[in-house]
Nanobody, 124 residues
Framework: QVQLVESGGGLVQAGGSLRLSCAAS????????MGWFRQAPGKEREILAG????????YYGESVKGRFTISRDNAKNTVYLQMNSLEPEDTAVYYC?????????????????WGQGTQVTVSS
């Protein structure tokens, strides 16, 4: 059984930074790609970034390129999302998820295990 637990969300002013963490339980963390997503009220879930099992391939969604950075530490079974230059439009619940393969899908439906999410609120 795979469990994912996000942390690091909170309230931040526009222009600020946050780092989200996603801790995974269970074996085989290092065998699969991981991704970060967000969902704002009334909007569809949006893929932000994906990282391959070894970190050698990374994908970013257009809305966060140049501002967000995904990374992983396989020794700690953890994936991170560093978020800089935050804007009020970044306010959402942020989720991490595990892919079905070792290369990150560019689609939300390519991921099968999901965390409960962490709220990020950016004030203007």
């Amino acid at each position: 059984q795979v469990q994912l637990v996000e942390s690091g969300g909170g309230l931040v002013q526009a222009g600020g930074s946050l780092r989200l963490s996603c801790a995974a339980s269970g074996r085989s963390f290092s065998d699969y790609a991981m991704g970060w997503f967000r969902q704002a009220p009334g909007k569809e879930r949006e893929i932000l970034a994906g990282i391959s099992k070894g970190g050698g391939y990374i994908y970013y969604g257009e809305s966060v390129k140049g501002r967000f950075t995904i990374s992983r530490d396989n020794a700690k079974n953890t994936v991170y999302l560093q978020m800089n230059s935050l804007e009020p439009e970044d306010t959402a619940v942020y989720y991490c998820a595990r892919d079905v393969s070792d290369t990150p899908s560019h689609r939300v439906d390519g991921y099968i295990y999901w965390g409960q999410g962490t709220q990020v609120t950016v004030s203007s």
